[in-house]
C-alpha cells in the first residue's frame, strides 16, 4: 500500500484539506473575525495572527489548499481578483516592460491602460495566440511581465501556456495566468511553466455569487512574491473573515460543479451549433473551434462552462434572444450555480471589442434540458 492516501484534489477540496480543529474536534472551521490577537506576557504572539489585514485565520485555510491545487509553495488570497491581479503588477518598477494578450478581463485591461503609463511602465498589447508575437514583443532585460488569460473572455481564445512561458523565461520576464475561467480543474498553469497563476475567486472557485475574492499562486516564493505579499498587506486588499469562510465552503464542490457545468456547456454548444437562428458558437470543446487543439492538450476534465453564441443577424436579434429567456438569468459575471447570460457589448459599452451579436453565457448547475429548452424558446 501507498502511505500517501490522498492523492486527488477532488478529495482535499471535499474535505477543506481534511480539517479539524483540534480543540474541539468542528470539522468546520470556526470563524475567526478578531482583527487583533494578544500577546503573552513575554511578548510572545500564539498563533501566525497579530493583526487580520496581514494574516489570518480563515485566510490560511483558502492558502493551504489552493497552493496543494496549483501545485504552487504557497498562495495568497485578495479582496477581489481586481485586488490580486493590481498587487501583482504593482510589483513593477518604473521602466519595466509588460506585454498584456489583447483580450484579457476588460476592467484589468482597462486598468493597465491607464495606470501603467502612470507608473512608468512600458505597455505592449498584442494577440499572443499568433504564432511568434510573443517572441516578437519581447525586449530582453526590460521585459518582466507578460499577462495572459485562457480561455479569453468572451470569444474563449486558447493560450498555450507552455510555450508561452518558455519565449518569456528566455528573454528573463515571468509568465502570469489569469486561469478564473478554467479553474485548477481543468488547467494547472504552473506544471506548465507560469510563475504566477490569479483566480478571480468571485467566480468558480466560491461558485454561489455571493463572495467578492482573488487568489495568487506563486510558483516560487522570490522577492516578486515577497513584494506582492507586501503590496496585499500596505494597499489593504485584504479579505474579510467571512468572505474567506464562505469560499472555503464553495470550494467543497469545486469539482463536481466544473465538471456538471462543462458537460452542460458542450451539450448546449453542440445543440446551438446546429440551430438554424445561430451563426456560430464559440467554445472550445467544439472540434472547429480555433483554441480546440490547445485545449484538448492543455486543459483536462472538459472544457469549461463559458460558451458564447453568435446570432443570426446583429445586435438586434442578440438583443431580442436576451430578452426572451426565462430561466437563464439577464447578468454578467460567470462561474456559480445559476446559468447567466449577457449581451457583452452592451456591459463594456463603447471600448468594447465583443462581437454585437454575441450572447456570453456562463453555464450552472440546471438540469440541461431546461436550459436548451430556455434557449430554444427565446429564438423563435
Ligand atoms: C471577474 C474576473 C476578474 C476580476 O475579478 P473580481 O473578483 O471581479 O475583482 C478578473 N479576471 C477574470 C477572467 C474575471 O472573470
Known amino acids: ?3 500517501k492516501p490522498v492523492t486527488h484534489p477532488e478529495t482535499l ?9 483540534p480543540a474541539s474536534g468542528a470539522i468546520v472551521p470556526p470563524l475567526s473575525p478578531s482583527t487583533t490577537y494578544a500577546r503573552t506576557d513575554d511578548y510572545q504572539l500564539r498563533g501566525k495572527t497579530s493583526y487580520l489585514r496581514g494574516s489570518g485565520a480563515n485566510w490560511e485555510q483558502v492558502e493551504g489548499l489552493m497552493a496543494k491545487l496549483e501545485g504552487g509553495p504557497t498562495a495568497a488570497v485578495f ?5 490580486a491581479g493590481t498587487a501583482a503588477v504593482m510589483a513593477l518598477k518604473p521602466g519595466d516592460h509588460l506585454i498584456m494578450h489583447e483580450t484579457i478581463y476588460w476592467g484589468f485591461a482597462e486598468w493597465l491602460l491607464d495606470f501603467c503609463p502612470r507608473w512608468g511602465i512600458e505597455l505592449t498589447s498584442l494577440d499572443l495566440s499568433l504564432p511568434g508575437a510573443l517572441a516578437g514583443a519581447m525586449k530582453p532585460g526590460k521585459t518582466k511581465l507578460v499577462w495572459i488569460e485562457t480561455p479569453t473572455n468572451p470569444i474563449w481564445q486558447v493560450l498555450d501556456i507552455a510555450e508561452l512561458a ?3 523565461h528566455a528573454s528573463g520576464a515571468r509568465l502570469a495566468v489569469d486561469s478564473t475561467v478554467a479553474t485548477p480543474v481543468q488547467t494547472r498553469p504552473l506544471e506548465l511553466g507560469a510563475d504566477l497563476v490569479m483566480h478571480s475567486a468571485t467566480k468558480y472557485l466560491n461558485g454561489h455569487s455571493d463572495v467578492l475574492a482573488g487568489v495568487l499562486v506563486p510558483a516560487r516564493e522570490d522577492d516578486f512574491w515577497t513584494k506582492i505579499m507586501a503590496n496585499r498587506n500596505q494597499l489593504g486588499a485584504s479579505l474579510g473573515t ?7 465552503r464553495g470550494l467543497r464542490t469545486l469539482y463536481v460543479r466544473v465538471e456538471r457545468s462543462s458537460r452542460t456547456a458542450l451539450f448546449l454548444a453542440e445543440a446551438m451549433a446546429k440551430h438554424k437562428g445561430i451563426e456560430r458558437v464559440l467554445y472550445p470543446g467544439l472540434p472547429t473551434h480555433p ?6 492538450k492543455q486543459m ?5 462552462g463559458m460558451l458564447s453564441l453568435l446570432v443570426k443577424g446583429g445586435r438586434e ?15 454578467t459575471s460567470l462561474g456559480s450555480v445559476e446559468s447567466l447570460i449577457e449581451h457583452r457589448a452592451s456591459v463594456e459599452g463603447a471600448v468594447t471589442k465583443a462581437p454585437q451579436n454575441l450572447l456570453r453565457l456562463s453555464i450552472g448547475l440546471e438540469h440541461p434540458d431546461d436550459l436548451l429548452a430556455d434557449l430554444e424558446q427565446a429564438l423563435v
Open 1 to 3: 500500500m501507498k502511505n
Open 13 to 21: 477540496v471535499a474535505q477543506a484539506d481534511h480539517f479539524l480543529d
Open 79 to 83: 479582496a477581489s481578483g481586481m485586488a
Open 166 to 168: 518558455q519565449v518569456a
Open 242 to 248: 467571512f468572505e474567506a469562510w464562505l469560499l472555503l
Open 291 to 296: 483554441g480546440h487543439a490547445i485545449a484538448k
Open 300 to 304: 483536462q476534465g472538459g472544457y469549461g
Open 317 to 331: 436579434e442578440a438583443l431580442k434572444m436576451v430578452k426572451a429567456v426565462k430561466v437563464f438569468h439577464r447578468a
